[in-house]
């Protein structure tokens, strides 16, 4: 089918306390391995593309490799822009062909935050995408921005009640003690945030930063009111740690078929994993 929007699965995640997995797409054998874990596991998912990854791929061959793992499914796939750092981004993805887009204002003063998240939800929902919106900040490093635990502030849940109402995004990311990259120790999670704002507004939460969480740490996210949870950091090093392999036993490889294949392989069954753990398997 076609490429999808956000909104339906949201609601459905909601309703159903389950939660939809967005997993980074960075080149064709992530595009091919989240796609094939989700056939098998009949399981809706966000291809989530950060502007590094955007300019490393280029738009186009993201929208062409999205679209074609899509059109010959039956599965729900959505195309979604991760951490958009300005409107004219978001945009820019909307006329290329995306269904759904993060606006991360974090950094911006809060009312400013509001003002173009608002602009974007504007646009996009007039043009049927769905949008995301951020409230404090999340820590860890993701494509070449670092933020440190100390500066990664944890959002008030006043203002995330206040933010969602004035902005109406589609899917709410605060920040709540998880951060990009893989955990030194285990994350502190504040889960009552997430459940304080989660029961007063109708979006979904989503947790950043899902590489690393104990699996009963996004069970108890889940319950709480998590509707989206994001997984890169996880699907890299499955892919990596296994074409290392593939060169300690056979240093004679040259081609690149004979260890990005198994690479696939492995990263597909770690998605497969978190399909599960977030129980949108057998969703679609
Ligand atoms: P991880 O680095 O923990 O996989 O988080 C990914 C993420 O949140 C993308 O926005």
């Known amino acids: 089918m076609p490429l999808v929007s956000m909104t339906e699965l949201l609601k459905h995640a909601k309703r159903e306390k389950f939660a939809i997995g967005q997993f980074n797409m960075n080149n064709l054998e992530f595009t091919k391995a989240i796609m094939e ?3 098998e596991e009949r399981a809706p998912f966000i291809f989530g593309v ?11 061959y993201v929208v062409a490799m999205a679209k074609a793992a899509a059109e010959k499914s039956s599965i729900p796939v959505v195309l ?7 409107f004219e981004v978001a945009m820019k993805c909307i006329r290329a062909g995306f269904t759904s887009v993060m606006f991360d204002g974090s950094h911006h003063p809060f009312e400013e ?19 995301e919106g951020e409230l404090g900040t999340i820590g860890g490093v993701e494509d070449d921005l670092a933020v440190d635990e100390e500066n990664a502030n944890i ?3 006043e203002e995330a009640i206040r933010f969602y109402e004035e902005t109406k995004v ?13 955990y030194k120790g285990e994350p502190n999670i504040r889960f009552h945030i997430i459940e304080e704002v989660a029961s007063k507004i109708d979006a979904p939460i989503v947790l950043h930063g899902g590489s690393g969480v104990p699996d009963e740490s996004i069970r108890r996210a889940i319950q709480a009111g998590v509707g989206k949870i994001n997984v890169n950091t996880e699907n890299q090093i499955a892919m990596t740690e296994t074409i290392k392999k593939v060169f300690a036993e056979k240093p004679e490889v040259y081609d690149p078929r004979k260890y990005l294949g198994p690479a696939k392989d492995a990263m597909k069954e770690v998605v497969r994993g978190k399909m599960r753990l977030f129980g ?3 969703k679609a």
Not at 80 to 86: A, C, E, I
Not at 173 to 180: D, E, M, N, P, S
């Open 155 to 157: 959002a008030k849940p």
């Open 80 to 86: 979604h822009l991760d951490h958009g750092s300005s």
């Open 280 to 282: 949108s398997n057998g």
């Open 37 to 39: 874990a989700a056939e």
């Open 113 to 131: 935050n509001v003002r173009i998240t608002k602009e974007v939800v504007r646009v996009a929902h007039a043009m049927g995408v769905s949008v």
């Open 170 to 182: 589609d899917a709410l990311a605060i920040a709540v003690g998880t951060a990009h990259g893989m």
């Open 50 to 60: 950060s502007e590094g990854a955007m300019k490393y791929m280029g738009i186009d």
